[in-house]
């Protein structure tokens, strides 16, 4: 499994250079107990004591920042929450604050489910963290119907916007995550969803915008909707469709990093088109340039008609 890599993001207005890593933390504590519907964390390794830094987390943010050379956006990953004492004890927090402030980092973002995200651990954060701080939200849609009938995410839009109040008064950052495309929408109303959930989210405070299309994992819900004929990956297209509606409404960023498009389980157009498309969105993502998302393939033509007549197998 890669645990780490650098790719470019945009911050304050231009291109910068961002490092991701992934920390070994055992599994989100949601995913063990219920989980979302097309999220892969409970197939992953069984949960494990919270990270320390005798145990490797710091050993490996060390490796990964002295490989990755300069980023001034750094992105932390630990399959769950951050915040969420199980998975990275209070210890390894405070020593990546301190690893990450002596690095020169100027954000720092890690991933949350709004309970974690308490007025405490936001001042702990002020206080020992010379970087910006940036929290992402999976929101995943605006509409709690969705977003507890269709994803099973165990959490209301009311929550997501008391945590991005809390993030509001200690001049944290908020990023949301939305889905593109989840189980049981079809692609039109899945385009109209992620649309609406956007600005909805940026309404509640968010500040960055952060599209993820529906990519097909083993062990949930959405594989086995997947291999019964009910349910297929979005289309390159949809993401195109959703972040320029949004960008043009919002001067905050939007953007999506695709990965694995093209295959059966991923978002994809047709094989002549659908590498450039993700390149398209990744250049997008890093710019803010609409004019890069203007493209244009045969496909596209199937991708409206397949919008305006998709049904449902179940």
Known sequence: MQRFWKETEYLKGEQVPAGAVILPAGTCHWAARAGCYMCGYSGMEKR?????????????LERALDELGEVEYLK?????????????????????????????????QVESRPEFVTSEKLEEASELL????????????????????FINKGFSFADFSEAVERCRRRGVRVKAYILVKPPFMSEAEAVEDAVESGLAAARAGATRLSYNPVCIHRGTLVERMFLRGEYSPPWLWSVVEVLRRVKRRLSLPVVCHPTGSGGRRTPRNCRRC????????REFSATQE??????SCECRERWKLESRVEVLAW
Not at 274 to 281: C, G, K, L, P, R
Not at 290 to 295: G, P, Q
């Open 76 to 108: 932390i990953f630990n399959s769950g929450s951050f915040f969420d004492e199980r998975q990275i004890s209070a210890e390894t927090r405070r020593e990546i604050y301190e690893l990450v402030s002596s690095r020169g980092v100027l954000r720092l």
């Open 274 to 281: 659908t590498s450039q498309v993700a390149s398209a969105i």
């Open 130 to 149: 010379a970087a910006e701080l940036e929290v992402g939200i999976g929101l995943e849609s605006a509409s709690d119907y969705v977003r507890e009938v």
């Open 48 to 60: 494990s004591p919270a990270l320390t830094g005798s145990g490797g987390a710091i050993k490996i």
């Open 290 to 295: 609409l004019e890069v998302l203007e493209l």
